[in-house]
């Protein structure tokens, strides 16, 4: 498998404000990828369920952390499946996300 992309994986802590109020901040971490499309019977299956996946990437194991949320050629998308094939590479099914992290219906 190559890694020839290159994804943005976007995770969330928790900062302070002037004040000390805790706020969201995200954390991108830019990972290699490898890209494949979505299978019909995972397309099928997430579109009974309301979700509409685009594509797989595939990243390294090690460098996933359960991030939600991905940028790949400057679209966010949401992760809406994670499968580990091994104990070297987890894949990511994306749905693409609109606005303020909504979804497309």
Do not use: W
């Amino acid at each position: 498998m190559t890694y020839d992309h290159e994804v943005t994986l976007i995770g969330q802590k928790f900062g302070e404000d002037d004040v000390g109020n805790q706020i969201p901040v995200e954390k991108e971490t830019v990972v290699l990828c490898s890209k494949k499309s979505a299978s019909r019977t995972e397309f099928y299956n997430a579109a009974a369920a309301g979700l509409r996946p685009e594509f797989v990437l595939i990243v390294h194991a090690y460098e996933y952390s359960g991030e939600r949320i991905v940028e790949f050629d400057s679209v966010r998308y949401s992760v809406i499946r994670t499968y580990q094939t091994g104990i070297e590479e987890t894949e990511l099914t994306l749905e693409r996300m609109i606005g303020n992290g909504g979804h497309i219906y």
